[in-house]
């Protein structure tokens, strides 16, 4: 596994944001040469600007807030949307995205990274995105390397947007928790449906782009008891880098932690059992 996988799956974890160490926020890397990217596209050349001395290398940004197509059981995120009751739907505008683009490069050294997370990115639609990639270039101070990586729950992922993260070196972490029957345990979307088989075409239409991505699976009190069953679904599926997190949440009316978590033992049997296999 190359150290940009690695790196890619660390930074696609959707539970990082809760991470009290800053030093790992710091850490992560993901090399895309844009200076390959423009070529042939006419952009305008980017003057020369001096690079301060790196302060943040790498940036987690939640786009659509809470905002989620999906409603998985054990999500600690979608219920955040409480917290601001004015509005139903939440979206950074293009003028903030200029803003904080245009204020983030000059700090971020020679290799600035964006993880782009939600809830779910992707409900920003894709013209979004293509204004990140046109910010970023703008913006770009003369020898960095932008690396964007996006974690997704693959439900709006098509030719569109596999074209686009191909062409522009994105690296995707896509969310499965496992073979059908216990990724759809807890992961439905808003209308209460599976989504397993809309993730799997996900999958195989950012294959068809030769879209680099990776799995994220989280580790809940159900699947915990199957690593072999995991193990041989990923290893079938061809899906070789997939990181595992644990599930722990309390309950909101308990304070208690939550039916679907996994504890420490239960956790350290699975890892010990995967890593066997």
């Known amino acids: 596994m190359s150290p940009h996988s690695i ?43 001096t690079q301060a001395q790196p302060i943040l290398k790498s940036i987690l940004v939640k786009p659509a807030g809470p905002d989620c197509n999906m409603n998985c059981t054990y999500c600690f995120y979608l219920h955040k949307a409480n917290l601001f009751p004015e509005t139903r739907i939440h979206r950074m505008s ?104 809309r993730v799997m075409k996900a999958i195989d239409v950012l294959r068809g782009h030769d879209v680099e991505f990776n799995i994220l699976c989280v580790i809940n009190d159900v699947n915990v008891r199957h690593p072999d069953a995991l193990f041989q679904f990923f290893i079938e599926h061809d899906l070789r880098f997939v990181q595992f997190i644990p599930c722990v949440e309390r309950d909101t009316q308990t304070g208690n932690i939550a039916d679907f978590s996994v504890s420490p033992e239960a956790y350290a049997e699975f890892l010990c059992r995967a890593f066997d296999l």
């Open 7 to 49: 790196q890619g799956m660390q930074l696609a974890s959707p539970f990082l944001h809760r991470c009290t160490c800053c030093k790992f926020l710091l850490q992560l890397r993901y090399e895309a040469h844009f200076a390959m990217l423009l070529r042939g596209k006419g952009t305008k050349h980017v003057p020369e600007r």
């Open 94 to 197: 293009v003028e903030v995205l200029e803003q904080f683009i245009l204020q983030y490069m000059p700090i971020a050294g020679a290799q600035p990274s964006f993880c782009w997370q939600g809830g779910e990115p992707t409900l920003m639609g894709l013209e979004f995105f293509e204004r990140v990639v046109h910010f970023q270039m703008k913006y770009g101070l003369d020898g960095q390397a932008v690396g964007n990586s996006i974690q997704t729950n693959g439900l709006l992922i098509d030719d569109d947007w596999a074209r686009f993260m191909h062409e522009y070196r994105f690296l995707v972490g896509v969310s499965l928790d496992g073979p059908q029957e216990i990724h759809d345990y807890y992961r439905r979307d808003r209308g209460g449906h599976a989504t397993f088989e």
